[in-house]
Antibody
Framework: EVQLVESGGGLVQPGRSLKLSCAAS????????MAWVRQAPKKGLDWVAT????????YYPDSVKGRFTISRDNAKSSLYLQMNSLKSEDTATYYC?????????????WGQGASVTVSS | DTQMTQSPSLLSASVGDRVTLNCKAS??????LAWYQQKLGEAPKLLIY???SLQSDIPSKFSGRESGTDFTLTINSLQPEDVATYFC????????FGAGTKLELK
């Protein structure tokens, strides 16, 4: 069974940093692109970052480029999101998502999410 | 950036109805369109990708179509377990999600 389990969420002050982790199991992690998607309270889905199978290529929307960094450790089947210079508008549930095999966009498995609140 | 516009934002229907949800892309996305279902308090779940390909274990009551930059998700024989918010996503350039259609029972 495919499982994605996020951790590392919490309350953080504006301007500070936080690092999320996602532990993957039940599939060959190194064969899949991975992504982070967030959802602000009672809002829609917002793509945050994507990383290639080897980790050599990363992709971000302008809203987080330069502040967020996605990375992975294939030996540990783990995905990470380093979030710096956090803003109140970054408050959201952050989902780890697996991209379908040979796809860079179709998200065929999702974790349950980690809640991040940016507030003083 | 490619914008995805979903309509309606809220849809009320009865058990057994056939419902159609709409999604319009601001430019050509070359069939790079997926639909997700999100039930209250849960993570999103992939239903359909590449406009009309059904994800494994998803019942055939769900179907997708396209007409240029207009896309539809149809749900046949609506059941209480279909109550959810449905999101479309383009993955042609980056990833953009629509704002969602909340489907409720009358």
């Amino acid at each position: 069974e495919v499982q994605l389990v996020e951790s590392g969420g919490g309350l953080v002050q504006p301007g500070r940093s936080l690092k999320l982790s996602c532990a993957a199991s039940g599939f060959t992690f190194s064969n899949h692109y991975m992504a982070w998607v967030r959802q602000a309270p009672k809002k829609g889905l917002d793509w945050v970052a994507t990383i290639s199978t080897s980790g050599s290529r990363t992709y971000y929307p302008d809203s987080v480029k330069g502040r967020f960094t996605i990375s992975r450790d294939n030996a540990k089947s783990s995905l990470y999101l380093q979030m710096n210079s956090l803003k109140s508008e970054d408050t959201a549930t952050y989902y780890c998502a697996r991209l379908a095999y040979s796809s860079q966009g179709v998200m065929d498995a999702w974790g349950q999410g980690a809640s991040v609140t940016v507030s003083s | 950036d490619t914008q995805m516009t979903q309509s309606p934002s809220l849809l009320s229907a009865s058990v057994g109805d056939r419902v159609t949800l709409n999604c319009k892309a601001s430019q050509n996305i070359y069939k790079n369109l997926a639909w997700y279902q999100q039930k209250l308090g849960e993570a999103p779940k992939l239903l359909i990708y590449n406009v009309n390909s059904l994800q494994s274990d998803i019942p055939s009551k769900f179907s997708g179509r396209e007409s240029g930059t207009d896309f539809t998700l149809t749900i046949n024989s609506l059941q209480p377990e279909d109550v959810a918010t449905y999101f479309c996503q383009q993955y042609y350039r980056g990833n953009t999600f629509g704002a969602g259609t909340k489907l409720e029972l009358k």
